[in-house]
């Protein structure tokens, strides 16, 4: 069964103080891996698409890396504007649609 | 270029009513899917349409549908609600619906009471 399970579900970081969220996957054939943020009462918000191991993809302080069986979500020198829930999702080759992780969710203090 | 709009935004139903939601796609996406949020279960897919037609569907009771127009604009429709249908109803839209991005409305808030 295609599966996705991110971690930590909470995380709290000090502004300035990098880490790395987790999202791993057991998926028939993976199509993409797909990274969203989320902030409170609004839709997901598309970040990055990850197709194949080693990739990696940059945007501002987020970095996203695939592996066959994993994805992490680094995030270098948080800011509080980076608070927010951050899903993974899975789209296998059978099928079009995502599954969806649980999320983390990221609380940057200043 | 305009996002992908859902309506209404808010919702509130008494139990065993039915609803109808509504949600605009990004212009020339032809892929809607339909996912339900709950705190609990987080995103749960419910379907996905793609030229009128559904393509594919999630593990929903048959009180869910859906329909997509040919305009790809699409609305989905839960009858005799019940108070578990109570949820962030999200719609996304997406070129086609595989290997490309999807993207989120704002989302219809449902509260069954």
């Known amino acids: 069964e295609d599966q996705v399970t991110q971690s930590p579900e909470a995380l709290r970081l000090q502004e300035g103080e990098s880490s790395s969220l987790n999202c791993s996957y057991t998926v028939s054939g993976l199509r993409g891996l797909f990274w969203y943020r989320q902030d409170p009462g609004k839709g997901p918000e598309f970040l990055f698409t990850?197709?194949?191991a080693g990739e990696e993809k940059e945007k501002e302080r987020l970095k996203a890396t695939l592996t066959k069986k994993e994805s992490f979500l680094h995030i270098t020198a948080p800011k509080p504007e980076d608070s927010a829930t951050y899903l993974c999702?899975?789209?296998?080759?059978?099928?079009?649609?995502?599954?969806f992780g649980t999320g983390t969710s990221l609380t940057v203090i200043p | 270029k305009a996002g992908v709009t859902q309506t209404p935004r808010y919702l509130i139903k008494t139990r065993g009513q039915q609803v109808t939601l509504s949600c605009s796609p990004i212009s020339g996406h032809r892929s809607v899917s339909w996912y339900q949020q709950t705190p609990g279960q987080g995103l749960q897919f419910l379907f996905e349409y793609f030229s009128e037609t559904q393509r594919n569907k999630g593990n929903f009771p048959g009180r869910f549908s859906g329909r997509q127009f040919s305009n790809s604009r699409s609305e989905m429709n839960v009858s005799t609600l019940e108070l578990g249908d109570s949820a962030l109803y999200l719609c996304?839209?997406?070129?086609?619906?595989?290997?490309?991005?999807?993207?989120f409305g704002q989302g219809t808030r449902l509260t069954v009471v």
């Open positions: 996304a839209s997406s070129l086609t619906g595989g290997h490309t991005e999807a993207f």
């Open positions: 990850l197709y194949s």
């Open positions: 999702a899975v789209q296998a080759n059978t099928g079009n649609q995502f599954y």
